[in-house]
């Protein structure tokens, strides 16, 4: 599976930003999607995932009602529309997809494939 992440860039604190995913190769082998996020000095966070069908997802609780995970399968593509954006979701945001079926969709060990990262900054 290869993953290609895109949309990130700078924005003003309260703004919004739509992160795109788009996977190909065996996509079908990941068992979810995931985003993950790395401030600089920091470790690599979970952020949100999606079930395979779509029909699960799954948010950190910083960004629990702000921010919203999404898939089209038809277009091997997930996305992350992120709404009022603080500075503190300045980071490198990576999609990843779930390698591993027994793992929890928030644990980082259980994703496999991994996507470039797009930098999100946000200004205060």
């Known amino acids: 599976v290869q993953l290609q992440a895109s949309g990130g860039g700078l924005v003003q604190a309260g703004g919004s930003l739509m992160l795109s995913c788009v996977a190909s190769?065996?996509?079908?082998?990941?068992?979810?999607m995931g985003w993950f996020r790395q401030a600089p000095g920091k470790e690599r966070e979970f952020v949100a995932a999606?079930?395979?069908?779509?029909?699960?997802?799954y948010y950190a609780d910083s960004v629990k009602g702000r921010f919203t995970i999404s898939r089209d399968n038809a277009e091997n593509t997930v996305y992350l529309q992120m709404n009022s954006l603080k500075p503190e979701d300045t980071a490198v945001y990576y999609c990843?997809?779930?390698?591993?079926?027994?793992?929890?969709?928030?644990?980082?060990?259980?994703?496999?494939?991994w996507g470039q990262g797009t930098l999100v900054t946000v200004s205060s």
């Open positions: 990843a997809g779930k390698s591993l079926r027994t793992a929890s969709h928030s644990n980082i060990r259980g994703y496999g494939y």
């Open positions: 190769g065996r996509a079908g082998s990941s068992y979810g």
């Open positions: 999606i079930s395979w069908s779509g029909d699960s997802t």
